[in-house]
């Protein structure tokens, strides 16, 4: 494991610390999936926080398939608010920048988790012809 990993573990394990609402497993989700969400792009750039939470779903999708909102709930993730609160709690510990124009109001109620983790998005991301992934970088 690299320093910079065992750091951000350590970090991660004191947020939870102080906060246990979230597991840190749920903070690592994120962060993955924030850097599914930027490999995606044509050029890596910022991503608003509707972009990640796109990013989250498809991510979570991807990984979890139908077990996306059990994973979640697991995790204490009801809400796209509380990947905004995950994320701005990885803000203030500089595991990751804002800009001024970011705000948790960006993460209210993209979507409800009922529709974007059900039967029929779970259907739609295992058929035949599924959404454009990026592909790995070497």
Known sequence: MTPHAK?????IDR??????????????????????????????????GPELLAG???????QFGAMSRSVFEHWGVEKTEDFGRMVFTLVEAQVLGKTEEDSLEDF???????????????????????????????
Do not use: M, N, S
Not at 7 to 11: A, D, G, N, V
Not at 115 to 138: I, M, Q, S, W
């Open 108 to 138: 209210r109620e993209v979507y409800a988790f009922d529709e974007a983790f059900g039967p029929a998005a779970v259907a739609y991301t295992l058929a035949d012809d599924p959404p454009d992934r990026p592909a790995p970088k070497a």
């Open 15 to 48: 947020i939870c610390a102080r906060d246990p609402r979230y597991a840190p497993e749920a903070y690592l989700f994120t962060l993955a999936a924030l850097h599914f969400t930027v490999a995606a792009l044509p050029e890596p750039r910022h991503v608003t």
């Open 7 to 11: 750091e951000l573990f350590k970090t």
């Open 56 to 62: 989250i779903r498809q991510y979570a999708l991807d």
